[in-house]
């Protein structure tokens, strides 16, 4: 059996993913994934910091992909054009990988400090994503304003696509997703016409 390298890695996510499905995140022990990855707790250690990160990884390859993405993106887009820009040059990284991506979803949904985690690295995610508006010259308030909405419609895309019996691309969920962000703004009242407090 593979006891380094990408298939040592792949091995003890399968094995991470299998066992918190059968016996749940916390009830798991990192050694236990790396026995039934067929290599020892040190080997798993080398890759994972701990078995949370299990969950987690290709996050930076993500927010790397996403950064160059802003940055690399045409000139004269507005901000949200260009995270919608960003996010269609990224979802390689997602569509990749997609049977990872499900039963990772479940088992966050089901663990309150791993919900807490993911809350955790999507504030991170858009915090890097606005960082990288900034550096183009858009306005720090507008900057993290089209990072959160951003990362927020990017997300409830991707669980869309996840989601989705028909399997449409994730391309087609995010243009999708962008498209009624665009509509959900377009309807909302002038400023001149909100309530007075």
Known sequence: MPRSGVQ??????QAALDLFRERG????????IAARAGVNERTFFRHFPDKREVLFDGEADL????????????????????LL???RKAARIL???RPFS?????IIAATPALRERDLAKA????????????RRGVADRLARLAAQTGWGTFHHAAQ????????????????????DLRALSATAPPAQARPEG
């Open 160 to 179: 869309a696509w996840l989601d989705d019996p028909s399997q449409r691309s994730l391309d087609a969920h995010l243009l999708q997703a962008f498209d």
């Open 123 to 134: 504030a991170s995610m858009a915090d890097a994503v606005a960082e990288a508006l900034r």
């Open 95 to 97: 569509e990749e990988n």
């Open 63 to 82: 927010r790397a992909a996403l950064i160059e993405a802003v940055v690399e993106a045409p000139e004269g887009l507005q901000p949200l054009e260009i």
């Open 8 to 13: 040592a890695r792949r091995r003890l996510q």
């Open 25 to 32: 995140f916390d009830q798991t022990t990192a050694a236990e």
């Open 85 to 87: 820009w960003a996010f």
């Open 102 to 106: 499900e039963p990772r979803l479940e």
